[in-house]
């Protein structure tokens, strides 16, 4: 299966369920209810034949992989009730790394919904994570530094957790969950428009809320009456928007990641009722949501204007799965046909695409292969191998055949 979309130049724009690898990634997901250079395109030969190959399994609903570049060769999984399981050549360490389960609200898309390590790590010894909890009767969504134990590197000091942000949550889905560092040092945080069906608070679209939107801040320094410094070149830092604010118009950010060398943004967006999008996240971008649902009015349902909003670069609608998990760019060596492309999948259908830019500005998808698994997200190594990690327990590589 093969699609193309080609992005016109300067042009700007932009409940339901799944399966529980896999039916509460399901609700997880959906709520149940730049200026760098492109990639060139893989070339030469027949593409092998690709495949999963596990390479770890005993987890409980995974959801985020990281590969920090330590030298360990340790990988690290975040299981949704609320630890972070470390394996090392394909066995799991017994004790997790970390467990703030009785900090956590696991329930649908809510739980530990994300991990990343400082970009100095294990000099600073330190990381961040991403979860909900509840507070009295309200819904916080939470990001937190911890430290690793000084005595043993495969073990967090469950003491240390130094808040940074919390964000007051109006319903029970939509939590987005990813974040990341940027190539340049700061962390970027995606945030979903808070839930419900069809973004009713309209957050995606409002500059005066954190919600439906990604988030970059400075961690390693503090402004008054924060925990975090905003940066000065932040779009909104002088004033229009919350300062916080990197990017918006975004319904459920499920999975971003930075393009090794290129440092662009790809971000999966999870859709309403009909289309799954692919994003180039940009500094002050509108990506549309709630006036639009991948490159379509949804708000109105025809004759929206499109005035700002910045279009997705692929989409697909519901006939080929309906909960898009972004990915990463292929930056390995062992499968060169996959040189510089896109890679991602489908939580729904368990499809695998790529998405090869050539020439500039064209998009084409060609689907890989049909994983038949409840993809909850991916993940890239120190060589960059990719990853998939299933929610019904276990974690598989891309491999040629």
Not at 197 to 221: A, E, F, S, W, Y
Not at 273 to 284: A, V
């Amino acid at each position: 299966m093969v699609s193309v979309w080609t992005r016109i130049p300067g042009m700007k724009q932009g409940q339901r369920s799944i399966s529980l690898g896999t039916l509460l990634l399901a609700c997880f997901l959906t709520g149940c209810s730049s200026s760098n250079s492109p990639t060139p395109p893989p070339s030469g030969g027949p593409p092998p034949t690709l495949s999963l190959t596990p390479v770890v399994s005993g987890l409980s609903n995974p959801v985020d992989f990281q590969a920090p570049d330590d030298g360990s060769g340790r990988y690290f999984v975040v299981e949704q009730a609320g630890r972070v399981r470390i394996f090392v050549n394909g066995a799991l360490v017994a004790t997790p790394f970390l467990d703030i389960a009785s900090k956590v609200n696991f329930s649908g898309e809510m739980g530990f919904l994300g991990l990343a390590f400082h970009p100095q790590f294990p000099q600073k010894n330190l990381f961040y994570v991403h979860y909900d909890r509840l507070v009295g009767a309200q819904v916080q969504s939470v990001i937190a530094e911890y430290q690793v134990s000084a005595s043993d590197s495969n073990q967090a000091n469950s003491a240390s957790e130094r808040i940074l942000l919390t964000v007051d949550q109006p319903f029970g889905n939509h939590k987005g969950g990813q974040i990341a560092f940027g190539p340049d040092g700061f962390l970027y945080i995606a945030l979903g428009d808070g839930g419900s069906g069809g973004d009713p608070l309209g957050n995606g679209q409002n500059l005066q809320t954190l919600l439906g939107k990604v988030l970059r801040i400075d961690v390693d320094h503090i402004d008054a009456g924060l925990q975090y410094a905003i940066p000065s070149t932040n779009p909104f830092a002088g004033g229009g928007g919350r300062g916080e604010i990197w990017a918006y118009g975004l319904r459920n950010p499920f999975r971003f990641s930075f393009e090794r060398g290129s440092g662009r943004l790809f971000c999966g967006d999870v859709g309403q009722d009909k289309y799954e999008e692919i994003d180039i996240l940009q500094s002050g971008g509108n990506f549309g949501w709630n006036v639009m649902e991948g490159m379509h009015c949804y708000n109105p349902a025809s004759g929206c204007s499109m005035a700002g909003l910045i279009l997705p670069i692929a989409e697909y609608d519901h006939s080929e799965g309906d909960a898009v998990i972004g990915g990463y760019v292929y930056k390995g060596t062992a499968i060169s046909s996959l040189a510089g492309a896109y890679i991602f999948s489908d939580n729904g259908s368990g499809t695998i695409w790529k998405l090869v830019e050539s020439p500039p500005g064209t998009w084409t998808r060609t689907m890989l292969l049909s994983s038949n698994r409840g993809i909850s997200s991916l993940g890239q190594d120190v060589a960059g191998e990719i990853y998939f990690v299933d929610y019904g327990g276990s974690v598989l590589k891309l491999t040629a055949q």
